[in-house]
Structure formats: C-alpha cells, structure tokens
C-alpha cells in the first residue's frame, strides 16, 4: 500500500457528496488520498493529532471541505506547514457564503489556497493538489500537461450543430 500523499478531510459525513469529486480525481492520476471526517469544532483533538501527523507519515497535501462556519482548512493550517487547500461548502442556508468567507479569510501566515464553492471546488483542488505535486515529480506534471492538452482539443473540436 502506498503512503497517502493527499488527505482529503471534511467536518461531516454530509459533506461527502462534494468531496468525493476530489478524490475521483486524484484517483485518476493514481495518486494515493485517503477520506476523513474530522471536524475543527467537533473533533478538535483528533483535527490537530492527525494534522500534526500526516507528514511523518508521508503525506504532502490536505484539502479540507467544511460548510457554514467552516473552520477546518485554518485549524489544519495551524497544525501543518504543508500546503492546505480548503473548499467551502454549500451546506447551509447562505449556500456556502458562510464557508467561503470562514476558509479564505485567513490571517497572514497561516495560509490556506481557497478554491471556489462546492462540487466545481472540489475538482479544483484537486488538481491544484496535483499541480503541487507536480513540481517536484515531472511525470505528474507530463500526466498534467496531457490532460490540458487533451481539454484544449476536445473545446476546439466541439460541434454546436
Ligand atoms: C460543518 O457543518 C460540516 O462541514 C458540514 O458542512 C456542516 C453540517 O454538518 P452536519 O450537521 O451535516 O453534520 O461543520
């Protein structure tokens, strides 16, 4: 079993339909995740202990999706200083305004890549985790530019008639 590059954490069970459009992606580049419920405010013990941890043990990224008073992308990012990308999470009435505000607005020092609300977020960081580890592994940046050539082609060769 490889060591797990990506931790892809969310603070509810609730919040799995979202994520899982992270990790469909990193599964297509073959890159080891693993899914946790952890949550800033109700495991807030646990949230630190395996944020603390996950380098040791291999891992280079955390993306953490939270909805209203999200929390968890900042409270991992205080844990870590490996790259933290947090997804806002449409689960509330103010449809992920909440969570956007919460997981961009971080103090200086502490940072914390946001990306944008919801499912379409959940691909993105993706492969913004991907483009990360593309820096220092060259096939996974070769895996990367094939797949931005493979979108240039298929939107050029789209047939409206
Ligand atoms: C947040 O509260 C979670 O990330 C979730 O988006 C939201 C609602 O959680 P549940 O009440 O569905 O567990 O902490």
Redesign the pocket.
Known sequence: MPNVEVAIM???K??LPVMEESAKILKEFGVSCELKVL?A?RTPKETAAYAEKFRSNGGKVFICG???S?ALAGFVAAHTSLPVIGVP?D?SPLNGMDALLSTVQMPPGVPVGCVSIGKAGAKNAAFLALRILGVADKTMAQKLDHYNEEQRKAALNTDLN
Do not use: T
Request: glycine content about 16%; proline content about 0%.
């Open positions: 969310m603070g509810s609730s919040d949550s405010h939270a909805g209203v999200a999470i689960s």
